[in-house]
Structures are given as C-alpha cells and as structure tokens.
C-alpha cells in the first residue's frame, strides 16, 4: 500500500463519519436512543470482523466506509442518552467522561496496530470485532433509555433535518464551537 493509498482509507474514514454524524443525531432524536447505540455497536463489530476477510484494496476501502458510519451512529446517540440521564449538576461531568473515554480509545489504537505486528493483520480486527460483540450483549442487557414521568410531558416540536442544519449554521456559537471542534484535531508537525 502507498502512503497515499493509507493516506486515502484515513481521509475517507474522517470525511464519511463527519458527514454522517449528523444524521445520526437526528436519528437518535427520533428512535430509541439506547437500540441506537446497540444497532450502531453490533453493526460496527460485524464490520470489523467482515474486515479480516477483505482481499483488495477497494473492499479495504469499502469497509473503511461501513466502519464510518456505523460508529457516527453512536456518539450522537450517546451524548442524547448522557444528556437524558443527566439534567442537573452531573451532566458536564458525565459528559466529560463519554468523551475522554472516546478520547482513551484513540489513544490506545496502537494497540491494534501492536496485535497487527506481534500476529497477523487479521487478528486485531478478529479480536476487536469479537469484543465489541460481547460488549453489544452487555448495552442490549443494561444499557436502557431513560424513563419519562408519568402524567402530561411538554414534547418538543418537531423539526425537519433541514431547518435543524439551518438553525446550526446561522447560529454563531455553534460555529464557533464547531471551529474550535475542528481545530482539536490538528497537531503541529514538527521535523
């Protein structure tokens, strides 16, 4: 594989996951957020291990698209559920740790790449693949959408995918939380 082609599964990954977040938060607004999670994780563990059976390239690519999109279904759908269980004083903190747990795990993807070296490619998509199954056992038996009170519950209104995006981006602290967002990302390269 060239660097560009590396360089490709990357971009394409990142491009296909951003674009797709957002209807997946407006997916997790309308359905059970918690099956959400649970399609989103079983779906993402089958994908992993349908990986270690890819032979070219373009399949390579393909699967890097798939995994894209079955793992933007859950963040949306997390923070929702976060949100939902969490509406005093503890929802900043809960939601700290959603996503410095999201932050750890892209932080320890080396270890996969450690699987890769010490066995073959495969491997590491084997075992990921097999304990993201047995995690999805774990959200389907315990993992569940927090119950609204009884007795009359103002809803919100409903609002079109399209008015949400236009809301977002006439909005201008949500852009610039949306800047700072992209910003994150970007590490200096040095040497």
């Known amino acids: 594989m060239t660097d560009a082609q590396f360089g490709l599964l990357t971009t394409v990954f990142l491009v296909v996951y951003a674009v797709a977040s957002p209807f997946a938060g407006f997916l997790a607004d309308r359905l059970s957020r918690s ?18 059976w890819v032979t070219t390239y373009d399949q390579l690519l393909l699967s890097r698209v798939a995994l894209a999109i079955t793992q933007a279904a859950c963040m949306p759908a997390s923070v929702a559920l976060i949100v939902d269980y969490h509406r005093g004083s503890t929802r900043s903190i809960a939601s700290g740790l959603l996503l410095s747990g999201a932050m750890t795990g892209g932080a320890l993807a080396g270890f996969g790449g450690w699987f890769a070296d010490r066995h073959d490619w495969t ?15 774990l959200v389907l038996l ?14 919100p209104p409903r609002v079109s995918l399209g008015d949400a ?13 949306l800047g700072y967002a992209c910003t994150l990302a970007q590490v200096p390269q040095f040497g």
């Open 165 to 177: 995006f236009a809301h977002l981006f006439t909005n201008r602290s949500y852009l610039l939380v």
């Open 35 to 52: 099956r959400v999670i649970l399609a989103s994780l079983l779906a993402w563990s089958l994908v992993t291990l349908a990986t270690t």
């Open 142 to 155: 315990f993992l569940k959408d927090q119950t609204v009170p009884a007795g009359p519950v103002a809803q």
């Open 123 to 137: 491997y590491a998509y084997q075992v990921f693949g097999w304990i993201g199954l047995g995690h999805a056992v």
